[in-house]
């Protein structure tokens, strides 16, 4: 039923920035806890930044400090704010609605390289 569709990702050289978009269809966004995972080839899928009903919101030790995650209800969206990107944030990018069996996304790329 819940719908995700992530966009904004792209090639980036380091120290620049990005802004993901998740736009989330469902009719149960305002009520889900939504978060940004990432997965580099060969890796697991890591949890990167996560925000809360409430607005409250919580980062990777490894993004701390340089990536803020945000919703807009009014627009459905979920964004990800990425700075200072480093070469070691190349992946992609999911959006997932964080409840039991939440949708995932389709994924948008990121590549961080000179």
């Known amino acids: 039923q819940e719908q995700l569709a992530e966009s904004g990702g792209g090639f980036v050289q380091p120290g620049g920035s990005l802004r993901l978009s998740c736009v989330n269809s469902?009719?149960?966004?305002?009520?889900?806890?939504m978060g940004w995972y990432r997965q580099a080839p060969g890796k697991q899928r890591e949890l990167v930044a996560s925000?809360?009903?409430?607005?409250?919101?919580k980062y990777a030790d490894s993004v701390l400090g340089r990536f803020t995650v945000s919703r807009d209800n009014a627009k459905k969206t979920v964004y990800l704010q990425m700075n200072s990107l480093k070469a070691e944030d190349t992946a992609v990018y999911y959006c997932?609605?964080?409840?039991?069996?939440?949708?995932w996304g389709q994924g948008t790329q990121v590549t961080v390289s000179s």
């Open positions: 925000v809360s009903v409430d607005e409250s919101t």
């Open positions: 469902g009719s149960m966004f305002v009520f889900s806890p």
């Open positions: 997932h609605e964080d409840v039991p069996w939440g949708a």
